[in-house]
């Protein structure tokens, strides 16, 4: 039966190496998607729309390359390069119809991507889809790869794709707590540790501290990146480099590279890079430790801000909706709460991720579809948090002076500083009987005439117990 022979109304038949099936006739997929599409109807959703480009960005890759070669005809090279720069726009990505969870290590995505340029090329060649005589999936978009080299190229390009949103919603969100930490530099509190109070400090260092770690963190990732340049395009099917030419052997990573504007390089070892996933581990590690930040400045948040009467209250988020059904007037700090859970989200994503890349074996990890499916999500969960946690929260927060004010003549914590001056024994007798007395520990000092007023002023001055001996708490620089 010929393959490109039709039926039905409306159909066409195609054929692979399992058989024959009808695929819909203005279908610009073929028989390997369709079957795909019957095969993993997993998570209900798509190849994520910047994997689905970066399927494009890898065969207009190819077909310039393969073209200069002399092995791809200019008249298919042009068909080629036309359509997979409309997919690039944004185009056809209706046709793209396999679930981003599939078995057989991508190759249903990779032939999504074949069968799709295929028939646009053709089509763009004057004939009618699924006449492989004109274009082939596997002969001519797919000359010199294999799904073992695209699909991780792919997956790490899509990845940087993604970082980069998150890398400038790091940036500003860091830039509006150091903005907060100035603003309230000047306002005393009192520190804890262990939700028991400490030693005095000004509000404005704790989001000193909060821009310090978001600060920490984005370098962090931004160092990963660098793990996600190096691509085993060229490798094939194992790294042995089957199929290919030497030209395209040594051109496909600097012509993908011009495509996407990344400074790519060929791994040195192609049958390690076509294996081993431990890269990708480590960005999913790198977003997971930003999102545990995150989420404990996000505790942080609901501790200084819980009341507003009856808890610590030194803080207060933006109301941004009702937060009962029942209560009256409450309002709950919605925001910090689903940052946190975007946490638990992404922590859960990242185990998934760990043994998806422990559990490959030989010189092919089968797993990349759900490694890939997991990390494009904690990379956009993530993304989507810091932005609504910096618009939404961070930079409408305000400082309850009176409240910090209070809270810190209450405690007994600033008797620590009396340490080297009356004894760490005498000095924690003070606090005791402060504590029993509700006398300030200032007044019991001199009660007992333990030290001079004038002495005492100077050591119990609360804003010098905030610095460190250069007399700066903080560098201002994040």
Do not use: W
């Not at 073929?30 to 494009?56: D, E, M, Y």
């Not at 790091?170 to 150091?178: M, R, T, W």
């Not at 003070?430 to 504590?435: G, H, M, Q, T």
């Amino acid at each position: 039966m010929e393959i490109f022979e039709k039926i039905a109304a409306g159909s066409r038949v195609e054929a692979d190496s399992i058989g024959t099936l009808e695929v819909p006739e203005n279908a610009y997929y073929g028989v390997q998607s369709l079957r795909a599409k019957r095969n993993f109807p997993i998570t209900g959703t798509k190849l994520h729309p910047l994997f689905i480009r970066n399927l494009a960005r890898i065969k207009l890759a190819a077909a310039e390359t393969n073209r200069r070669s002399g092995k791809l005809g200019a008249e298919k090279a042009d068909a080629i390069a036309k359509a997979c720069r409309e997919i690039m726009r944004g185009k056809l990505t209706e046709s793209f119809i396999v679930d981003g969870i599939q078995g057989g290590a991508g190759t249903s995505a990779n032939m999504n991507a074949n069968e799709v340029i295929a028939n646009r090329s053709i089509e763009i060649l004057g004939g009618r889809k699924g006449d492989y005589r004109i274009v082939h999936p596997n002969d001519d978009v797919n000359m010199c790869q294999s799904t073992n080299d695209v699909i991780p190229t792919c997956g790490k390009l899509t990845s940087l794709d993604l970082l980069q949103d998150l890398d400038r919603e790091l940036k500003a969100l860091a830039e509006s707590l150091l903005a907060k930490s100035v603003e309230f530099d000047h306002i005393l509190k009192i520190g804890r540790t262990q939700l028991q109070d400490a030693v005095p400090m000004r509000l404005g260092q704790t989001f000193h501290s909060y821009a310090s770690m978001v600060s920490r963190d984005r370098e962090r990732l931004l160092n990963l990146k660098k793990e996600l340049y190096t691509v085993n395009m060229g490798a094939t099917a194992i790294g042995t480099a089957i199929n290919t030419s030497d030209f395209y052997f040594y051109n496909i990573v600097p012509e993908l590279g011009k495509v996407t504007g990344y400074p790519l390089t060929q791994a040195e070892d192609l049958f390690d890079a076509t294996e081993n996933l431990d890269s990708f581990v480590a960005v999913s590690s790198g977003l997971k430790t930003c999102a545990i930040d995150l989420s404990k400045m996000c505790n942080d948040l609901r501790l200084l801000s819980s009341g507003p009467r009856a808890g610590i209250g030194e803080i207060s988020l933006p109301a941004m909706q009702n937060g009962s059904s029942i209560m009256p007037g409450k309002v709950n700090p919605v925001i910090p709460e689903v940052v946190t859970q975007v946490a638990f989200e992404i922590a859960g994503n990242d185990t998934t991720i760990t043994m998806a890349a422990e559990a490959g074996q030989m010189e092919l990890n089968a797993f990349e579809p759900v490694l890939f499916y997991n990390l494009f999500d904690s990379i956009s969960e993530l993304t989507h948090a810091v932005n609504t946690l910096r618009v939404n929260c961070i930079d409408g927060i305000t400082a309850n002076e009176e409240r910090c004010e209070s809270l810190l003549n209450a405690s007994v914590g600033i008797a620590t500083a009396l340490n080297p001056y009356i004894g760490y024994k005498k000095a924690a007798e003070i606090a005791k009987k402060s504590l029993k007395t509700c006398v300030p520990v200032k007044d019991l000092v001199l009660k007992e005439k333990l030290m001079t007023e004038s002495d005492l002023e100077q050591v119990l001055d609360a804003y010098s117990l905030t610095t460190i001996h250069s007399g700066k708490a903080t560098s201002s620089a994040v």
